[in-house]
């Protein structure tokens, strides 16, 4: 989760626009080259994400409901 506002979505942002700047989109022959860009960014942004999202602990929660 990134919390609206927080260092970790100006972070987030910032990794995700210079993912998008690093794209190479000067030549797309085809559709098969496309969809490689369209990975790589697919990719990146995964990578950012889980870079920066924090992991909520609901152990307390699981256990509430599991009584």
Do not use: H
């Amino acid at each position: 989760m990134i919390v609206k506002n927080s260092k970790e979505k100006e972070k987030f942002v910032t990794e995700l626009i210079e993912a998008i700047k690093e794209l190479n989109t000067e030549n797309i022959p085809n559709a098969e080259v496309f969809k490689q860009i369209v990975q790589s960014f697919t990719d990146a942004t995964d990578r950012i994400w889980f870079k920066n999202s924090k992991i909520i602990n609901i152990t307390k929660y699981q256990e509430m409901v599991g009584q």
